[in-house]
């Protein structure tokens, strides 16, 4: 069985400053791991996913994340938090087996203020 | 279409109504899945269509719950007897095979009064 434990179910930075999003996971097999964002009244975008290649994925809107094995972790960053990165960001995993279905932590809500 | 396209975007029925919730997905993609969002649930995985293979439903959660999938392309997700708990944004995805990327719909946000 697999999960994603994300810290922090609210995180509020001041814009410029550098976002740092917590997502650990537990999987019995090797992971892919994802990252979306959710903006009000919208649907899921993906952000960024990690499929085994390269421990470190840029994505999109400056953000990135490390793969670490050791650590089992997947965390966000961002260098600068615009005022548009204000959001609902969820982490996500699916085994490398079937990769059918996404298991999601509960989500943490980004709030940049001025 | 350019995106997954979900139907209707909003529904209000009364306890005990049947609804049905419509999702057509990416032109090609073979995988479609749905989900579920709500409070204090968080997102929850609830059935997943590969090509013409038996569809996973490990994720419904009671037997009100089915869905079902047309000639491989649009999906009904159908809820008889609504409950007041089935409230929720009901999300349908797709991708072009299983491992792909996953692409969300906008969602159906369903109120049961």
């Known amino acids: 069985a697999q999960s994603v434990t994300q810290l922090g179910s609210h995180v509020s930075v001041s814009e410029g400053a550098l976002v740092l999003l917590r997502c650990n996971y537990s999987s019995s097999v090797p992971p892919y791991l994802f990252w979306y964002v959710q903006y009000p009244n919208q649907g899921l975008q993906l952000l960024l996913k990690?499929?085994?290649?390269?421990?470190l994925v840029k994505g999109i809107n400056g953000f990135e994340a490390e793969f670490k094995k050791s650590e089992t972790s997947f965390h966000l960053t961002k260098p600068s938090a615009h005022m548009s990165d204000a959001a609902e960001y969820f982490c996500?995993?699916?085994?490398?087996?079937?990769?059918?279905?996404?298991?999601f932590g509960t989500g943490t809500r980004l709030q940049v203020t001025l | 279409g350019a995106g997954v396209s979900q139907s209707p975007s909003n529904k209000v029925t009364e306890k005990g109504k049947d609804v049905e919730l419509r999702c057509d997905p990416i032109?090609?993609?073979?995988?479609l899945y749905w989900y579920r969002q709500s409070l204090g649930q968080g997102l929850e995985f609830l059935i997943y269509f590969q090509g013409n293979s038996a569809p996973d439903k490990s994720g419904l959660p009671s037997d009100r719950f089915s869905a079902e999938r047309t000639g491989g392309s649009v999906s009904t997700l159908t809820i008889q007897r609504t409950q007041q708990e089935d409230s929720a944004v009901y999300l349908c995805?797709?991708?072009?095979?299983?491992?792909?990327?996953?692409?969300f719909g906008e969602g159906s946000w369903l109120t049961v009064v």
């Open positions: 990690y499929t085994s290649a390269a421990t």
């Open positions: 995805a797709s991708s072009l095979t299983p491992g792909n990327t996953i692409y």
């Open positions: 032109s090609g993609h073979t995988a």
């Open positions: 996500a995993v699916s085994d490398t087996g079937t990769a059918s279905k996404l298991t």
